[in-house]
């Protein structure tokens, strides 16, 4: 590529003539500056030169007239030797350089070149500029003793070259003597000239190398340029290309350079409800409810998409849920990122709703689908000789609605409410006849493997109410009602919950509630995931807790702010089973101090109320009192936030176990958005908190196994019974793996196969271990509600123990593997956590 005149022209002004002035500067400065400091420099040497040789011929006076003084000479003959001792004093390079004495007349002592003037007085000398020079010099050292003075005077001994000379003089008062001797500024022209001649050489050698540079620079400058340049078209030309697909992108899109938002779609832009312009002008931080550097760390693999769950800062709107689908690219050397934006708000609502209408269907098609043995009620029976008086009052007394007749020990009829009202009431028939005369026979009878659906053709077909039901010895076990049968529809998830909704008191909750050991026993007898099974018991539990809140706001009066009662702990993850205990809590709006008492007053009294119930019906208190009567765990959104950096930055064993069931927390009631900024605040206040997470993972690391060194599955529950196996404290590691990813991948879903997918699908667990913590997961709660639904169909309270030697091998063996998958999570734990520090 060839560069443009416009392009020379930058390129000359900006580098080539700063240059050529930089060099022009430089020797101006030469001349100016350098060259007169070095001439000043010069002379102010020559100067000490001679002021210090003066003083040593001064010295030397000095001496021979102590000589004098100490009587060893006279003073003709101390001034005739220091004459004489003078007049051979020479120096300089040639060594004509010489001393001269004059007196205070001034008459010449002695001068080793011009001895005419020896003895003469010579006030009336003059150079040939009519300076009187040896009068000056007397005036000099009369007023200072000693100083300089310049005048004309011959060459060295060439009496024929007359040149300006610098001379110092020096009194020497005890004989008033005048020394003095001089210097040349010939020669002084002379070093100066040989010094600006080797000035300039250097400076134009100088140049001669910075020209050089200067070309070598003009040419690399040149080439940086063209490849810049090309470069910089290639960049162009690519951003292009990347923008095109984002304007032709169906889904919002944002192009990222350099850290900065470059361009976005219209599809982006009416999410955001804003201007492309606007757009480029904000920053990532300040669209999405999620940091820009945390999200750069996440992305390593140019070639590979990663997925974020957030929130997108709608203007003057609530805030949306969106997914983000972030892929790096590079334009050249730039690093660059598509973000590709979707709305889940109403996908998440439609997904919600088809899970929800095939959970009914599953559920629906599951209990029909079931045998009815399940169903069938025990027999009443009586004679045939039996009156229908008597079989009134016993089936009044047994609070049946059917009864059999029995010829022999063989059932041969059947007398139902019904037939009581139409044959006898009716038609006014004598009660005191034998019950066989209005007995309905032949009694239908079906096989006790007979499916819920099959019967309800046979009650539709035949007409009838009621079915005698036998085992597979055709012997009659009991009884099935039509009734019971339709009951079983109402009992669907949809049905109860409506019935909660409209339930006045909680008489009327627990008779519902009753009903779900049933409906679960049913969905784990046919193969039920373990995420339907939760999903029910929460969504009823739910109901029911809203009801509960709803009759208790009743009561109280309604609330003094926005309050969110959250559930936490399994309740939080919706993994309640029927054996959980309450976990719940209540954050409440931020008020001012004068009202903060009185409000939290309220809330205690609603939570209190609604705790009480809850225990009613069957969801006993916490034993680590983490409920919503408890003062500790009712408090405004600003002290769950000093709560949360407390535990947070005390990271003891007590601290993260209260935080490991809180982090959890999942509002009941509608107001989300309470919940939804706390778990932000708790995502911010976790940010590089090593430490914080280092702790959550050391309950896990310390996790011990319950199969010991022979391969046996050994107890691990709190009783003395060695037999017994707690399933909870297996799946504990589990829950608490996935929750410690979760925060630190800052998901806000809770319910840990929720989290696990997302995990996942954010690259933060490979296929495999996906996988196996899922089939663990599910194995063991299916195990748990197997154990509980048998234990309450049984009229005892569930728990979490199972007994070992009830077991199959292939159980043990299934726990075995789960138990050493555990292992494989301590060691990632150990090495993503552990290591950090």
């Given at each position: 590529?060839?560069?443009?005149?416009?392009?020379?022209?930058?390129?000359?002004?900006?580098?080539?003539?700063?240059?050529?002035?930089?060099?022009?500067?430089?020797?101006?400065?030469?001349?100016?500056?350098?060259?007169?400091?070095?001439?000043?420099?010069?002379?102010?040497?020559?100067?000490?030169?001679?002021?210090?040789?003066?003083?040593?011929?001064?010295?030397?006076?000095?001496?021979?007239?102590?000589?004098?003084?100490?009587?060893?000479?006279?003073?003709?003959?101390?001034?005739?030797?220091?004459?004489?001792?003078?007049?051979?004093?020479?120096?300089?390079?040639?060594?004509?350089?010489?001393?001269?004495?004059?007196?205070?007349?001034?008459?010449?002592?002695?001068?080793?070149?011009?001895?005419?003037?020896?003895?003469?007085?010579?006030?009336?000398?003059?150079?040939?500029?009519?300076?009187?020079?040896?009068?000056?010099?007397?005036?000099?050292?009369?007023?200072?003793?000693?100083?300089?003075?310049?005048?004309?005077?011959?060459?060295?001994?060439?009496?024929?070259?007359?040149?300006?000379?610098?001379?110092?003089?020096?009194?020497?008062?005890?004989?008033?003597?005048?020394?003095?001797?001089?210097?040349?500024?010939?020669?002084?022209?002379?070093?100066?000239?040989?010094?600006?001649?080797?000035?300039?050489?250097?400076?134009?050698?100088?140049?001669?190398?910075?020209?050089?540079?200067?070309?070598?620079?003009?040419?690399q400058s040149l080439d940086i340029e063209r490849k810049r340049r090309n470069i910089e078209n290639k960049l162009k030309s690519s951003r292009r290309k990347y923008q095109s697909l984002v304007e032709a992108s169906i889904d919002g899109t944002l192009l990222v350079i350099d850290n900065k938002i470059k361009f976005s779609n219209v599809k982006f832009n009416n999410m955001l409800g804003s201007s492309a312009s606007y757009v480029i002008s904000l920053n990532f931080d300040s669209i999405f409810d999620i940091g820009w550097d945390n999200v750069k760390l996440k992305i390593k693999n140019p070639g590979k998409s990663v997925s974020f769950d957030t929130q997108l800062k709608v203007l003057n709107k609530p805030q949306k849920d969106v997914v983000l689908t972030i892929s790096k690219v590079y334009f050249g050397k730039q690093e660059g990122y598509i973000i590709i934006v979707k709305d889940i708000t109403k996908v998440e609502l439609v997904e919600k709703q088809t899970k929800q209408l095939s959970n009914e269907i599953q559920t629906s098609l599951l209990l029909m689908n079931q045998p009815i043995k399940h169903f069938v009620k025990d027999l009443l029976k009586c004679d045939i000789e039996t009156s229908i008086h008597d079989v009134a009052l016993i089936m009044t007394k047994k609070n049946q609605n059917v009864l059999f007749i029995t010829q022999n020990n063989n059932i041969i009829g059947i007398v139902t409410d019904s037939d009581l009202r139409s044959r006898v009431l009716a038609k006014n028939f004598d009660s005191s006849n034998s019950i066989a005369q209005i007995m309905t026979a032949p009694v239908l009878e079906v096989q006790d493997n007979l499916l819920l659906y099959e019967a309800v053709l046979i009650f539709?077909?035949?007409?009838?109410?009621?079915?005698?039901?036998?085992?597979?010895?055709?012997?009659?076990?009991?009884?099935?009602?039509?009734?019971?049968?339709?009951?079983?529809?109402?009992?669907?998830?949809?049905?109860?919950?409506?019935?909660?909704?409209?339930?006045?008191?909680?008489?009327?909750?627990?008779?519902?509630t009753n009903k779900l050991p049933i409906l679960i026993k049913a969905l784990i007898d046919s193969g039920a995931r373990t995420q339907n099974i939760t999903r029910i018991i929460t969504s009823l539990t739910d109901a029911i807790t809203n009801r509960l809140i709803a009759l208790a706001i009743d009561s109280l009066g309604s609330p003094p702010c926005k309050f969110a009662f959250i559930a936490v702990g399994s309740e939080g993850r919706m993994e309640q089973t029927l054996a959980t205990d309450q976990d719940n809590a209540i954050i409440f709006e931020n008020v001012d101090k004068n009202n903060h008492l009185v409000y939290k007053k309220y809330f205690l009294e609603l939570g209190e109320k609604v705790t009480k119930a809850l225990n009613q019906l069957g969801f006993k208190y916490c034993k680590g009192e983490v409920m919503a009567n408890n003062p500790k765990w009712v408090l405004s959104i600003t002290e769950w936030e000093n709560q949360f950096t407390n535990w947070i930055n005390n990271s003891d064993p007590k601290s993260i176990l209260e935080a490991g069931i809180f982090f959890d927390l999942r509002c009941i009631n509608n107001e989300k958005n309470l919940t939804k900024n706390l778990q932000n605040f708790i995502f911010q206040a976790i940010e590089n908190k090593a430490v914080f997470f280092q702790h959550m993972a050391n309950p896990i690391l310390n996790y011990k196994s319950v199969v010991n060194l022979f391969g046996n599955i050994v107890s691990n529950s709190k009783n003395n019974d060695q037999n017994t196996l707690d399933i909870k404290k297996i799946i504990l590691p589990i829950t608490s793996f996935i929750r410690l990813y979760s925060l630190n991948n800052k998901i806000h879903a809770t319910n840990s196969l929720i989290r696990l997918e997302k995990l996942y699908a954010a690259n933060q667990i490979n296929k495999t271990l996906f996988n196996e913590i899922n089939v663990s997961y599910n194995y063991l709660m299916l195990l748990r509600f197997k154990s509980q639904t048998n234990e309450l169909l049984k009229k005892r309270d569930p728990d979490n123990l199972i007994n070992i030697e009830e077991l199959t091998d292939i159980e043990k063996t299934t726990i075995k593997k789960i138990i050493s998958d555990i292992s494989n999570l301590q060691i990632q734990l150990n090495f993503d956590f552990k290591g950090n520090l």
């Amino acid at each position: 590529m060839y560069l443009t005149p416009k392009d020379i022209r930058r390129f000359l002004s900006g580098i080539v003539f700063p240059s050529i002035l930089a060099i022009a500067l430089f020797i101006i400065s030469i001349y100016i500056f350098i060259i007169p400091v070095f001439e000043n420099n010069i002379i102010d040497k020559k100067r000490e030169m001679i002021s210090e040789l003066v003083n040593t011929a001064w010295s030397l006076i000095e001496d021979y007239d102590q000589n004098y003084k100490d009587g060893l000479i006279s003073l003709e003959e101390a001034q005739q030797l220091a004459i004489n001792k003078i007049e051979k004093m020479r120096y300089g390079d040639e060594s004509k350089d010489y001393f001269w004495i004059t007196d205070l007349v001034p008459r010449m002592i002695m001068h080793p070149y011009r001895k005419e003037l020896n003895g003469k007085e010579l006030t009336n000398y003059f150079d040939q500029e009519g300076k009187a020079l040896f009068v000056v010099a007397v005036d000099t050292v009369k007023n200072s003793t000693e100083g300089f003075i310049d005048y004309m005077w011959q060459w060295k001994d060439d009496s024929s070259r007359v040149v300006p000379k610098l001379s110092f003089v020096k009194l020497y008062s005890d004989w008033n003597w005048i020394i003095g001797t001089g210097i040349y500024l010939e020669d002084v022209k002379e070093e100066i000239s040989a010094l600006e001649n080797r000035l300039i050489k250097i400076t134009f050698i100088v140049i001669g190398i910075v020209s050089l540079i200067i070309l070598f620079i003009v040419k690399q400058s040149l080439d940086i340029e063209r490849k810049r340049r090309n470069i910089e078209n290639k960049l162009k030309s690519s951003r292009r290309k990347y923008q095109s697909l984002v304007e032709a992108s169906i889904d919002g899109t944002l192009l990222v350079i350099d850290n900065k938002i470059k361009f976005s779609n219209v599809k982006f832009n009416n999410m955001l409800g804003s201007s492309a312009s606007y757009v480029i002008s904000l920053n990532f931080d300040s669209i999405f409810d999620i940091g820009w550097d945390n999200v750069k760390l996440k992305i390593k693999n140019p070639g590979k998409s990663v997925s974020f769950d957030t929130q997108l800062k709608v203007l003057n709107k609530p805030q949306k849920d969106v997914v983000l689908t972030i892929s790096k690219v590079y334009f050249g050397k730039q690093e660059g990122y598509i973000i590709i934006v979707k709305d889940i708000t109403k996908v998440e609502l439609v997904e919600k709703q088809t899970k929800q209408l095939s959970n009914e269907i599953q559920t629906s098609l599951l209990l029909m689908n079931q045998p009815i043995k399940h169903f069938v009620k025990d027999l009443l029976k009586c004679d045939i000789e039996t009156s229908i008086h008597d079989v009134a009052l016993i089936m009044t007394k047994k609070n049946q609605n059917v009864l059999f007749i029995t010829q022999n020990n063989n059932i041969i009829g059947i007398v139902t409410d019904s037939d009581l009202r139409s044959r006898v009431l009716a038609k006014n028939f004598d009660s005191s006849n034998s019950i066989a005369q209005i007995m309905t026979a032949p009694v239908l009878e079906v096989q006790d493997n007979l499916l819920l659906y099959e019967a309800v053709l046979i009650f539709n077909k035949q007409n009838v109410s009621h079915l005698a039901v036998k085992n597979n010895k055709s012997k009659i076990i009991g009884v099935l009602n039509n009734n019971d049968v339709h009951a079983m529809h109402r009992n669907s998830i949809s049905y109860l919950v409506r019935e909660v909704e409209i339930a006045e008191n909680t008489e009327y909750i627990e008779k519902i509630t009753n009903k779900l050991p049933i409906l679960i026993k049913a969905l784990i007898d046919s193969g039920a995931r373990t995420q339907n099974i939760t999903r029910i018991i929460t969504s009823l539990t739910d109901a029911i807790t809203n009801r509960l809140i709803a009759l208790a706001i009743d009561s109280l009066g309604s609330p003094p702010c926005k309050f969110a009662f959250i559930a936490v702990g399994s309740e939080g993850r919706m993994e309640q089973t029927l054996a959980t205990d309450q976990d719940n809590a209540i954050i409440f709006e931020n008020v001012d101090k004068n009202n903060h008492l009185v409000y939290k007053k309220y809330f205690l009294e609603l939570g209190e109320k609604v705790t009480k119930a809850l225990n009613q019906l069957g969801f006993k208190y916490c034993k680590g009192e983490v409920m919503a009567n408890n003062p500790k765990w009712v408090l405004s959104i600003t002290e769950w936030e000093n709560q949360f950096t407390n535990w947070i930055n005390n990271s003891d064993p007590k601290s993260i176990l209260e935080a490991g069931i809180f982090f959890d927390l999942r509002c009941i009631n509608n107001e989300k958005n309470l919940t939804k900024n706390l778990q932000n605040f708790i995502f911010q206040a976790i940010e590089n908190k090593a430490v914080f997470f280092q702790h959550m993972a050391n309950p896990i690391l310390n996790y011990k196994s319950v199969v010991n060194l022979f391969g046996n599955i050994v107890s691990n529950s709190k009783n003395n019974d060695q037999n017994t196996l707690d399933i909870k404290k297996i799946i504990l590691p589990i829950t608490s793996f996935i929750r410690l990813y979760s925060l630190n991948n800052k998901i806000h879903a809770t319910n840990s196969l929720i989290r696990l997918e997302k995990l996942y699908a954010a690259n933060q667990i490979n296929k495999t271990l996906f996988n196996e913590i899922n089939v663990s997961y599910n194995y063991l709660m299916l195990l748990r509600f197997k154990s509980q639904t048998n234990e309450l169909l049984k009229k005892r309270d569930p728990d979490n123990l199972i007994n070992i030697e009830e077991l199959t091998d292939i159980e043990k063996t299934t726990i075995k593997k789960i138990i050493s998958d555990i292992s494989n999570l301590q060691i990632q734990l150990n090495f993503d956590f552990k290591g950090n520090l």
